[in-house]
């Protein structure tokens, strides 16, 4: 499955994999406690900020991550 495949659903997002995409983007996340924290190139909103529910991706999380992507690929479409 590829990345989008993977976000088109929240709820249904293994925290690996959602782990595995922002580690590809954004690089290796600060972690504390449970938050793997990721550093964006801009300031502000979306932050990047995953924890596990279980295996599972915090759905709302999830959905955090594809905004994010999604400003990453409309920044990189500026260039």
């Known amino acids: 499955m590829n990345e989008k495949e993977i976000l088109i659903n929240p709820k ?6 959602l782990l595995k995409i922002c580690e590809k983007h954004f690089g290796k996340p600060r972690i504390r406690g449970s938050h793997h924290i990721f550093k964006t190139p801009w300031q502000g909103d979306p ?13 709302y999380q999830v959905k955090m991550v ?12 500026e260039k």
Do not use: C, T, W, Y
């Not at 249904?12 to 994999?17: H, K």
């Open 12 to 17: 249904n997002v293994s925290f690996q994999d």
């Open 47 to 59: 932050r990047i900020n995953i924890q596990k529910d279980g295996k599972m991706a915090k759905p």
């Open 66 to 77: 594809k905004q994010a992507l999604e400003k990453l690929e409309a920044q990189h479409e």
